[in-house]
Every structure is written in C-alpha cells, then in structure tokens.
C-alpha cells in the first residue's frame, strides 16, 4: 500500500519520463502538488534510479524537521564537507 507522497513522487516522475526529461531534483520539486522536504524527494530519486522504483515513504518522513533538528543537521554537513575540504586541500599539497 502506498502513501499519497509516494503516488505523487510516481506521478512526478513518470510525467518527466513522458516528457523525455531525466527526473532531476529540481524538476520534481515543481511537478509535485505539495512541497516536500528535499531530502524526501532526493531519496524517491536515488531509488528510482537504482531500482526503477520509488519507495513507500510515510508521511512522518516527509514533515519539516524542527529548527533545532535542522541545525544540527546542517552543522554536521558543515563538518562533513570541512573535512572533506581540508583532505583534497592536504592531496593538492601533497602533489
């Protein structure tokens, strides 16, 4: 049983498809009705692309985090991409 959020990701990408588009992030989030979390619409895509199938996601997926949850969120990709930054800068000096 799907939930309405998938069946709108379905029919979002199918319409892509029809229209001889490669489903984006970009292009789904304006096909769909009702907006939805970028990290949702990132998922239905990566499985649609894997798998040629979009996954059964809930709607308890697709609420806003709160403010707190998204900051830490955002301060763990900052992190992430210091990192990740801080590791190809030290490769470029290695050279």
Do not use: F, N
């Not at 985090?65 to 210091?82: W, Y």
Request: net charge positive; proline share 6%.
């Amino acid at each position: 049983m799907s939930s309405a959020i998938t069946d709108a990701l379905e029919r979002a990408i199918s319409t892509l498809i029809a229209e001889g588009k490669e489903p984006s992030v970009a292009l789904v989030k304006a096909r769909l009705r009702e907006p939805l979390p970028m990290p949702v619409i990132i998922q239905a895509l990566k499985s649609w692309k894997q798998h040629a199938k979009v996954p059964d996601i809930k709607a308890s997926q697709a609420t806003p985090a709160s403010d707190s949850e998204r900051i830490a969120a955002l301060e763990q990709q900052v992190a992430s991409l210091t990192a990740r930054l801080a590791a190809l800068e030290q490769a470029q000096q290695d050279k």
